[in-house]
């Protein structure tokens, strides 16, 4: 599975953003598949992740009632509606994908290349 993520950009806090992610593959529905990101001077942490159906979300409690992850199985594409951003958020953002996709960066099997979000207070 290839991963290109897109969509970040510099948005001022409180506003949106939607990261999108398309997938190469055949197998690209037998992954879970999530987001993680990296911000300046930090490890990279777990964001969001959704099971192959689509039926089951984990978000991050810091993320949890601003973001939102859903994927198109029919598309390859997996995203991260993001709204209510604080300057906290920003980071580079990481999709991944995984057979058994958790929190941790050992559970991902695959990852995409990162895309900036930066937000400015």
């Known amino acids: 599975v290839q991963l290109q993520a897109s969509g970040g950009g510099l948005v001022q806090a409180g506003g949106s953003l939607r990261l999108s992610c398309a997938a190469s593959g055949r197998t690209f529905s037998s992954y879970a598949l999530g987001w993680f990101r990296q911000g300046p001077g930090k490890e990279r942490e777990f964001v969001a992740a959704?099971?192959?159906?689509?039926?089951?979300?984990d978000y991050a409690d810091s993320v949890k009632g601003r973001f939102t992850i859903s994927r198109d199985n029919a598309k390859n594409t997996i995203f991260l509606q993001m709204s209510t951003l604080e300057p906290e958020d920003t980071a580079v953002y990481y999709c991944?994908?995984?057979?058994?996709?958790?929190?941790?960066?050992?559970?991902?099997?695959?990852w995409g290349q990162g895309t900036l979000v930066t937000v400015s207070s």
């Open positions: 959704i099971a192959r159906s689509g039926a089951g979300t």
């Open positions: 991944a994908a995984g057979w058994r996709l958790g929190r941790r960066t050992s559970t991902v099997d695959y």
